[in-house]
């Protein structure tokens, strides 16, 4: 470990590191999609975060490494931080959340092609007693909005849009990248994992049931 490396790095590294191979085992980050961080300081803002480009269900925890508050690697290593650094960045910022993680699976992907395009559109899911796993919600009649993003391959361009999408929904919980994936967060690794599993679930009952969330 180095000096620039925060505190508890490798310890959190260890358990991004698990958390990879758990969600490839529930075939939710198939190939090397997926990307997965945990905060390590404020100020600077310091993220743990695994490499791109790597296939999940192998992760180690020297695969995971550090960096800043512009996604720019500040430990050293060769690797490059995932693609999608900046969303990460723009998520732990904006919310102020401990921990982000993002998945491919199929049916967050087919529920996030919403006949609705545009900075407007989102998916409604309510009545679901497992609505209850995520932070603040204590009914299953409480409605969760997620939001869906247009997906872009320009990431400073889709971080912006996130972080915008993020301001017109203070509530919400996670989001969408329309034909993309989920990305959710928490205040820790566990809060991070217990939202992805919960919206996993919701989408996959969703799907499977034909069921009838509102996109609006
Ligand atoms: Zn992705």
């Given at each position: 470990?180095?000096?620039?490396?925060?505190?508890?790095?490798?310890?959190?590294?260890?358990?991004?590191?698990?958390?990879?191979?758990?969600?490839?085992?529930?075939?939710?980050?198939?190939?090397?999609?997926?990307?997965?961080?945990?905060?390590?300081?404020?100020?600077?803002?310091?993220?743990?975060?695994?490499?791109?480009?790597?296939?999940?269900?192998?992760?180690?925890?020297?695969?995971?490494?550090?960096?800043?508050?512009?996604?720019?690697?500040?430990?050293?290593?060769?690797?490059?931080?995932?693609?999608?650094?900046?969303?990460?960045?723009?998520?732990?910022?904006?919310?102020?959340?401990?921990?982000?993680?993002?998945?491919?699976?199929?049916?967050?992907?087919?529920?996030?092609?919403?006949?609705a395009s545009g900075p407007e559109a989102?998916?409604?899911?309510?009545?679901?007693?497992?609505?209850?796993?995520?932070?603040?919600?204590?009914?299953?009649?409480?409605?969760?909005?997620?939001?869906?993003?247009d997906?872009?391959?320009?990431?400073?361009?889709?971080?912006?849009?996130?972080?915008?999408?993020?301001?017109?929904?203070?509530?919400?919980?996670?989001?969408?990248?329309?034909?993309?994936?989920?990305?959710?967060?928490?205040?820790?690794?566990?809060?991070?994992?217990?939202?992805?599993?919960?919206?996993?679930?919701?989408?996959?009952?969703?799907?499977?049931?034909?069921?009838?969330?509102?996109?609006?």
């Open positions: 470990m180095t000096k620039t490396r925060g505190s508890g790095f490798g310890a959190r590294a260890s358990e991004l590191a698990a958390i990879g191979r758990r969600f490839y085992a529930r075939g939710w980050v198939l190939g090397t999609s997926g990307n997965f961080s945990a905060v390590l300081s404020r100020t600077p803002l310091r993220l743990a975060i695994t490499s791109s480009s790597l296939p999940k269900g192998t992760l180690r925890a020297s695969d995971i490494l550090e960096c800043d508050e512009h996604g720019r690697v500040v430990s050293k290593t060769k690797a490059k931080p995932s693609a999608e650094t900046l969303l990460h960045v723009e998520i732990a910022k904006r919310r102020g959340a401990g921990a982000v993680l993002h998945t491919h699976s199929v049916w967050s992907t087919m529920l996030s092609d919403a006949w989102t998916l409604a899911i309510e009545g679901y007693e497992m609505l209850k796993g995520l932070a603040g919600v204590t009914s299953h009649e409480h409605r969760v909005i997620i939001p869906i993003v997906n872009d391959q320009d990431m400073p361009r889709l971080a912006r849009r996130v972080g915008d999408t993020l301001d017109r929904h203070p509530a919400a919980h996670a989001f969408l990248l329309r034909r993309h994936g989920l990305y959710t967060w928490g205040a820790t690794l566990a809060d991070a994992e217990r939202h992805v599993e919960i919206l996993e679930f919701l989408f996959e009952t969703i799907g499977r049931t034909g069921g009838k969330p509102s996109w609006q």
